[in-house]
């Protein structure tokens, strides 16, 4: 019999993953989902393919019982003291109604309980665990002593760059060294899911600091052809572990980042976002426009009246000049 069952599981993870393959073919050719949310919907899947199949269930076949059952598996499969984080949960599940959605308009399955069971059990599930602290925004006279003492040229104009712009690390990531002009002080970000508008200004901070990196440039080798503005150790497009490295490293010598906090403390951590947080903070304090902070993000529309209201490159620029605070000039 349990000869039987296992037979019985293992054609159930074998056709989960069938389903898996059809799904990620959804996702990454027919959908606009960013890389990000891709890296994490695919292992996800495949994990909850594996876990619904050793029940001997088949994605067509869930049901609340199974969703319950699975929802208390990844919670002990969790190697984080005190189990999933609220956000960690709700996007596994955030998962699993994707690929139950894909399958039931493909009529690979019936129904998808899904919905109904994240309106249920999720809601409370976050209100029984503690919330995490927000996230730190050091004062500037902190963060300029922690620029200013990054000896490496790259790595000083990345952070001021990070800085000055709120750029998404994503989007630093795929900046390429054509995309910075100099002599209008702006910058061109590539086509982003999440962002509005491309252009962006730059202080002259920001554009002394880059302009430095561009004459060293000759001193961080590159592989031929390579046209990213930021490289790594072998000379090529830096990706997000370089990026959050480059972050954590300076902040950890300073004080900002404690690596053995949990996630949840925020408060002791400084990663690439940070620097979003901080952007945003200094140019309210400052008192500049919130429709131009909105543009500056890159943010989406709230509003029809949002949709209606043009911002001119002249407002902006004047607003973010005025309002952008000087860090290695502190």
Request: aromatic letters at 8%; proline letters at 4%.
């Amino acid at each position: 019999m349990d000869r039987n069952k296992s037979e019985l599981n293992e054609k159930a993870i074998i056709r989960n993953l069938e389903l898996v393959d059809l799904y990620v073919v959804d996702i990454t050719e027919y959908q606009n989902l960013s890389k990000s949310t891709i890296r994490t919907y695919v292992p996800d899947a495949k994990r909850a393919a594996q876990i619904f199949g050793e029940m001997g269930v088949t994605f067509d076949q869930i049901d609340v019982p199974n969703l319950k059952k699975f929802m208390k598996t990844v919670e002990e499969m969790s190697s984080r003291r005190g189990g999933l984080t609220s956000g960690r949960l709700k996007g596994i599940f955030s998962q699993l109604n994707s690929i139950m959605e894909f399958l039931v308009y493909n009529n690979y399955a019936q129904t998808n309980k899904v919905p109904g069971f994240r309106k249920r059990y999720l809601k409370s599930y976050k209100n029984s665990v503690s919330e995490s602290t927000e996230k730190q925004v050091p004062p500037d006279s902190h963060l300029s002593e922690m620029i200013y003492s990054i000896p490496d040229i790259q790595k000083r104009a990345y952070h001021l760059l990070l800085a000055k712009t709120g750029l998404r690390r994503e989007e630093s990531i795929l900046l390429n060294i054509e995309d910075v002009d100099l002599v209008e002080q702006s910058i061109t970000t590539s086509r982003f899911r999440k962002r509005t508008n491309r252009r962006l200004p730059i202080d002259k901070e920001c554009a002394s600091a880059l302009e430095l990196y561009f004459r060293s440039m000759p001193t961080y080798p590159r592989v031929e052809g390579e046209k990213s503005l930021f490289v790594n150790r072998e000379g090529r497009r830096i990706g997000k572990n370089t990026v959050s490295r480059w972050i954590n490293q300076e902040a950890q010598r300073c004080g900002f980042h404690d690596p053995s906090a949990d996630r949840l403390d925020r408060h002791k951590k400084f990663g690439p976002h940070n620097y979003r947080h901080w952007f945003t903070t200094a140019l309210r304090r400052n008192d500049c426009p919130e429709r131009i902070i909105k543009h500056l993000r890159g943010d989406a529309d709230n509003s029809t009246a949002d949709r209606y209201d043009h911002v001119t490159w002249g407002e902006v620029v004047e607003a973010y000049t005025a309002c952008i605070p000087a860090l290695i000039g502190t």
